[in-house]
């Protein structure tokens, strides 16, 4: 039973509080109180990417974690990224790494990492108290139902908003040409030839979604008539894409296939667009485009190979941002192409990708490049792509990545870093990190990552942390000093 508090009593204590002689907090020690959460952020047929919050709810900062938990038969970890692991069986360990140990009261630090598997964690703990905080008992992460993934025929519950169901080029055309903030067009298997563009934007609490199975395949056998100098739709004139978003922000492109085109995907001044688990193959030029300003794009488990069919020398993976020679047509911020904040993660790129997997063009900002895998076989050298990443933005975070080199193919170093027209305003190739990325040059390539110039990027040098690896290199893991 719950006493109350004589009058005498609880009037004697507020005088203490009040003189000072009693603080509320008394005998309570300031300590930092540490909970973590796992967040599925991609799932895909055999496995998903995951992100780990930690977060410290005390009063006093945390110097360090360790995040512990089980993952059941048949799952493991692939990949990680801004920790530390060991392994026991199915038990991981991960450990903050230096850049990130330290928590604030209220704040947040974090890592990830890729399974092999769908299994969930269980049993997780946070400096050996559970995750969630109270008592110690097996918790599995809650998540959402899993997403369709490339293979499966169509979701298995129905998208949220109302949907179209295409089966034919004409009716794919005629939803694009109405597509409606919240809406789905959901492609049934097959093949689909001709100039698809999207021209409706969606909105950022109702993207528009465009999805279907890897069986769904955009063809393009374009380009045909007489276009504009610089490209915007016009009728009668099919530039060659297999799929291209123009104005079109805010959409959400899963799981289908484009192939046999002049440009895979191609994203004009289309910002928030997220593309999932995609399969890119067989295209004259490059794979995927952010381009015109397109910003705070996603690009996530897909696959993108056999690029460069006609011109090797334009035939990259992944490609960011436009050359400054092209800033005339695509410059639309400023003079320049902004495609800020393009974040590429646990995507396959490669083998037989003519140019690098990824081009990061100057004057775009702010990036982040993880947990890929980079199959180098095939590079052709042309028009100097001999890498598997060539940086020229600025503030790109590239870590926890896989890169390997084999012949047949023309190969100088893992990733590579050049400052072409570098200016206060665009101090290109410049403010990018490395971390925790696995390089195989197959005894050709001469450093993992080779920084071109330090004289100019003064106060914005690039970072090459220690917890890069690399094997099979003529030279090294880097030609500037390693941070720790």
């Known amino acids: 039973m719950r006493r109350a508090i004589p009058a005498a009593v609880a009037t004697a204590v507020a005088g203490l509080l009040a003189a000072g002689f009693l603080s509320p907090s008394a005998g309570a020690a300031a300590a930092p109180a540490l909970t973590a959460s796992v967040a599925r952020a991609s799932v895909w047929s055999t496995g998903y990417g995951a992100d780990v919050t930690v977060r410290n709810d005390g009063d006093a900062p945390a110097s360090g974690w ?18 530390t692991k060991t392994q026991s069986g199915r038990h991981y360990t991960f450990t903050n790494v230096t850049w990130n140990g330290s928590v604030a009261p209220g704040g947040t630090q974090g890592f990830g990492f890729n399974a092999s598997g769908l299994g969930l964690p269980l049993n997780c703990t946070v400096n050996g108290a559970p995750c969630a905080g109270g008592t110690p008992t097996p918790t599995p992460t809650p998540t959402p139902t899993p997403t369709p993934t490339p293979s499966t025929p169509s ?3 129905p998208p949220a908003g109302p949907v179209v169901d295409v089966a034919t080029a004409a009716q794919l055309r005629a939803a694009l040409d109405a597509a409606a903030p919240g809406q789905t067009i959901r492609l049934a298997p097959g093949e689909y030839r001709g100039s698809f563009v ?10 528009i979604t465009l999805t279907g199975p890897r069986t769904a395949v955009l063809v393009n056998d374009g ?33 289908f296939t484009v192939r046999d085109s002049k440009k895979g995907v191609v994203v004009d001044a289309s910002p928030h667009v997220t593309a999932d688990g995609l399969y890119v193959h067989h295209v004259e030029e490059e794979g995927v485009h952010f381009r015109r300003s397109s910003a705070d794009g996603v690009l996530r488990n897909a696959i993108v190979e056999e690029t460069g069919l006609v011109q090797p020398g334009y035939g990259e993976g992944v490609y960011i941002g436009s050359a400054g020679s092209n800033w005339g047509c695509h410059g639309n ?52 792509a001999d890498s598997w990443i060539d940086v020229k933005g600025v503030d790109y975070l590239i870590e926890g990545n896989t ?16 400052n072409p027209a570098t200016t206060p305003a665009f101090p290109n190739g410049c403010g990018n990190v490395w971390r925790a990325n696995s390089s195989d040059l197959g005894g050709v390539g001469a450093y993992a990552v080779r920084i071109t110039s330090t004289s100019k990027c003064p106060g914005r040098l690039n970072v090459v942390h220690a917890s890069n690896t690399v094997k099979g290199a003529t030279s090294g893991l880097t030609n500037i000093a390693v941070t720790p």
């Open 66 to 83: 360790t995040v512990e938990f089980d993952l059941p038969e048949g799952t493991s970890v692939s990949s990680h990224w801004s920790a």
């Open 155 to 157: 979701p298995t519950t």
């Open 198 to 207: 999207a021209q409706r934007a969606g909105a950022a609490d109702r993207p």
């Open 223 to 255: 380009p045909s008539g007489s276009g504009p100098s610089c490209p915007v739709p016009t009728a009668g004139w099919d530039p060659g894409y297999g799929l291209w978003l123009y104005r079109a922000p805010y959409w959400n492109l899963e799981g």
């Open 333 to 384: 911020e400023g003079g320049a192409d902004r495609s800020d904040r393009v974040l590429v993660e646990n995507n396959r790129i490669g083998p037989n990708v003519a140019a690098e997997a990824i081009d990061v063009k100057e004057g775009t900002f702010g990036g982040i490049i993880r947990g890929n895998t980079f199959d180098g076989r095939g590079i052709t050298g042309q028009n100097s």
């Open 403 to 418: 890169g390997t080199f084999a012949a047949p193919g023309t190969f100088a170093n893992g990733y590579e870093t050049h």
